[in-house]
């Protein structure tokens, strides 16, 4: 599976931008999607998760009530509404399918990412 995310872009703080992930080769539509973003100098850190019927979502702390993953079961895209964006937001982000158990919070249980999008938030 190649995943593909677009959206990113430069935007004013309290802005807003919505990711998107697509899949290629196969249809992801059986994997937990998850996003994370990497900022310079920073780790990879989670984002945001859903499961693969979209009936269950995954937040980190730092993203709850202003950023909301969804996506419709049997189709391959996940997306990722931003609202309320911060500079701290500022980062790569990565769109991920879990092909692993355990945590959806945990990097290693996602077998294929995606390039990556710029999100970049000015104060």
């Known amino acids: 599976v190649q995943l593909q995310a677009c959206g990113g872009g430069l935007v004013q703080a309290g802005g807003s931008l919505r990711l998107s992930c697509a899949a290629s080769?196969?249809?992801?539509?059986?994997?937990?999607m998850g996003w994370f973003r990497q900022a310079p100098g920073k780790a990879r850190e989670f984002v945001a998760a859903?499961?693969?019927?979209?009936?269950?979502?995954y937040y980190a702390d730092s993203v709850k009530g202003r950023f909301t993953i969804s996506r419709t079961a049997g189709a391959s895209r996940v997306n990722l509404q931003m609202n309320n964006l911060k500079p701290e937001d500022t980062a790569v982000y990565y769109c991920?399918?879990?092909?692993?158990?355990?945590?959806?919070?945990?990097?290693?249980?996602?077998?294929?990412w995606g390039q990556g999008t710029q999100v970049t938030v000015s104060s």
């Open positions: 991920a399918g879990k092909t692993g158990t355990g945590s959806y919070m945990n990097a290693r249980g996602y077998g294929y």
């Open positions: 080769g196969r249809s992801f539509s059986t994997d937990g």
């Open positions: 859903v499961s693969a019927a979209g009936t269950s979502s």
